[in-house]
Each structure stands twice: as C-alpha cells, then as structure tokens.
T-cell receptor, first 113, second 114 residues
Framework: ETGVTQSPTHLIKTRGQQVTLRCSSQSGHNTVSWYQQALGQGPQFIFQYYREEENGRGNFPPRFSGLQFPNYSSELNVNALELDDSALYLC????????????FGSGTRLTVV | AQSVSQHNHHVILSEAASLELGCNYSYGGTVNLFWYVQYPGQHLQLLLKYFSGDPLVKGIKGFEAEFIKSKFSFNLRKPSVQWSDTAEYFCAVNAEQAGTALIFGKGTTLSVSS
C-alpha cells in the first residue's frame, strides 16, 4: 500500500489568488474526498469524486472546485482566496463510493495572508 | 442544526487510567459511525467503525465503542490508557440524510502523563 499522498505540504498565498492542491489516492481506490480542517475544529466535507464525477458536495461556495483524473488522483482548486480559507486541507480515498474505510493523507497546510 | 458533538475538548489522564470519550449525533435514520485518531504529526487513522450488528465494536490498540441508538451516542472507551495514546480523537458520522459526507465532531485532545 502506498497510502494517500498530498502536495504541497505547506503553502502561503495572498488574498485573491488561486491555489491548486493535489492528491494521489491509495492504490486501487476509486473514490476521493476533500475536507477542510480549520484550527481547533474537526474536518469539514468539501466534496467527493467517484470515477471522475462529483458524487456529493458540502456547504462550500462554487469557488471551491475539484477534478478527479482517470488514474483516480485528484485536485482541489480554490479561487479568489479569502483569509478564512487558511486551514489544513485533507484528502481521503476509499475503495468504493459507499465504502467508508477512508485512508487520509497528511494534508496541505494553506495560509492566506 | 444536525451535528456531531464531542463533550470533552481536552482530557488529561495518568497512565493506566480508564478512558471514556463521549460522542452524540443528531441524525435520525440509518447512520454509520466512526472514531478516528490523529497522533502528533501524523495523519488521521481509523480506530474503529460501526455499520450494523453488535453495538459494541472493538478497534485497534485496545479501543472499543458502544452504539446506543436510543441515546444517539457512540462513546469511545479504553480500560487502561498508555502514554502513546496521547492524540486527538474525532468522532464521525455518515447519515443517509447527509449523503456521502462524513460529519466530524470538533475533536477531543487526550493527554496521558507517564
């Protein structure tokens, strides 16, 4: 098992900029979910992709968007960054759409200044 | 609002003490329940999960949790904690009403002194 890898590990951006975060799923996993974890809070669901299609979305504005590629890797894009977007962004993969044996990555720490 | 509540923000115990961390959720209907742990500097790891069947589930490292449907609770327990159990613990719920999302509580920080 290679696990879930995320890049970059840390990132500093300026308000108004755009950012792309990347995630490589665990081998064999076809479902990927993204979560935002603010300091002192639990992870909050952003969206999920299953076989390259969005399969569910949390309460996040449209400037949060994503992609899943044929190899099941994924990107999270955030446009027009705001200070409140500063958080740890977690990617989690699983074997199937409703299989909740999620494997989490270590996250990308985004700081917006 | 529908949510997942973890009663304790920070718990401090001595080694060998017993642990119980509370978790309550407000979703009706079918739920799947989870406890995750995050050790310092590491990623979230699944401790245990409940989908159906025996409401007492056993997980890794001697942890167990009991699903009490009437109380909408899924408390985590360990009879005797070790220093290495120092970590942050998250309760999470998947409910039919919430679709595919895992809804997490705010977490409980456990500090174990040797």
């Amino acid at each position: 098992e290679t696990g879930v890898t995320q890049s970059p590990t840390h990132l500093i951006k300026t308000r108004g900029q755009q950012v792309t975060l990347r995630c490589s799923s665990q081998s064999g996993h076809n479902t990927v979910s993204w979560y935002q974890q603010a300091l002192g809070q639990g992870p909050q669901f952003i969206f999920q992709y299953y076989r390259e299609e969005e399969n569910g979305r949390g309460n996040f504005p449209p400037r949060f968007s994503g992609l899943q590629f044929p190899n099941y890797s994924s990107e999270l894009n955030v446009n027009a960054l705001e200070l409140d977007d500063s958080a740890l962004y977690l990617c989690a993969s699983s074997l199937a759409k409703f299989n909740y044996g999620y494997t989490f990555g270590s996250g990308t720490r985004l700081t917006v200044v | 609002a529908q949510s997942v509540s973890q009663h304790n923000h920070h718990v401090i115990l001595s080694e060998a003490a017993s642990l119980e961390l509370g978790c309550n959720y407000s979703y009706g209907g079918t739920v799947n329940l989870f406890w995750y742990v995050q050790y310092p500097g590491q990623h979230l790891q699944l401790l245990l999960k409940y989908f159906s069947g025996d409401p007492l589930v056993k997980g890794i490292k001697g942890f167990e949790a009991e699903f009490i449907k009437s109380k909408f609770s899924f408390n985590l327990r360990k009879p005797s904690v070790q220093w290495s159990d120092t970590a942050e613990y998250f309760c999470a719920v998947n409910a039919e009403q919430a679709g595919t999302a895992l809804i997490f509580g705010k977490g409980t920080t456990l500090s174990v002194s040797s």
